[in-house]
């Protein structure tokens, strides 16, 4: 089981607005990092730290933390950002990595 | 820019040994202070960290895996390679190999850390 859990599906309407939420113990200590992932296609990283976008990420992508939670918001949802979503950071015992268990997003 | 390549048998036996290599490009795997990790995905799965090591050979195994996990780097072939001992079908997934880093946010005192380049994958199948 996953130390940060995630919402297994979401949904968003085209050029809405969209919150996917990953809760943990070590969120109050790291931030998240986010990570989208298409089918077939490896990870790729597109939030990071308090809120950093690598190079190529598009804006509506941003980050955010309070608490135990960390979250992914895209504001105006594009039919190309339908992916599986998923968070990552230190684990609560101080290992160094744990992944949420993914949060698969449906444009509509 | 740098790039990575996962390489190595897609096909292993039932409590063999699985051994793939992670080639780094566009870069020396000794600059920086960077980590360098294994994750791997079963099909229709999550992801799921298994071990990362630095160039000085210090390495970190994720408690679930760490019987069976030896993970080594090779700086002179700009390499890191994973060895997973016993395996079962269990095992079979698409391994990624990726480069860790991180950062620190003054103003909040928090560390941060986060897998910035990514292989594309290897899927390896355990079966007999």
């Known amino acids: 089981s996953s130390e940060l859990t995630q919402d297994p599906a979401v949904s968003v309407a085209l050029g809405q607005t969209v919150r996917i939420t990953c809760q943990g113990d070590s969120l109050r200590s790291y931030y998240a990092s986010w990570y989208q992932q298409k089918p077939g296609q490896a990870p790729v990283l597109v939030i990071y730290?308090?809120?950093n976008r690598p190079s190529g990420i598009p804006d509506r992508f941003s980050g955010s933390s309070s608490g135990n939670t960390a979250s992914l918001t895209i504001t105006g949802a594009q039919a190309e950002d339908e992916a599986d979503y998923y968070c990552n950071s230190r684990d609560s015992s101080g290992n160094p990595w744990v992944f949420g268990g993914g949060t698969k997003l449906t444009v509509l | 820019q740098v790039q990575l390549q996962e390489s190595g048998p897609g096909l292993v036996k039932p409590s063999q040994t699985l051994s793939l290599t992670c080639t780094v490009s566009?870069?020396?795997?000794?600059?920086?202070?960077?980590?360098w990790s294994w994750i791997r995905q079963p099909a229709g799965k999550g992801l799921e960290w298994i071990g990362r090591?630095?160039?000085?050979?210090?390495?970190n195994y994720n408690p679930s895996l760490k019987s069976r996990v030896t993970i080594s780097v090779d700086t002179s072939k700009n390499q890191f390679s994973l060895k997973l001992s016993s395996v079962t079908a269990a095992d079979t997934a698409v391994y990624y190999c990726?480069?860790?880093?991180?950062?620190?946010?003054?103003?909040?005192?928090?560390?941060?850390?986060?897998?910035?380049?990514w292989g594309k994958g290897t899927t390896v199948t355990v079966s007999s």
């Open positions: 566009g870069g020396s795997i000794s600059s920086g202070s960077y980590y």
């Open positions: 090591i630095y160039t000085s050979g210090s390495t």
């Open positions: 730290g308090k809120n």
């Open positions: 990726a480069r860790d880093n991180s950062g620190y946010d003054l103003r909040s005192t928090y560390y941060y850390y986060y897998m910035d380049v």
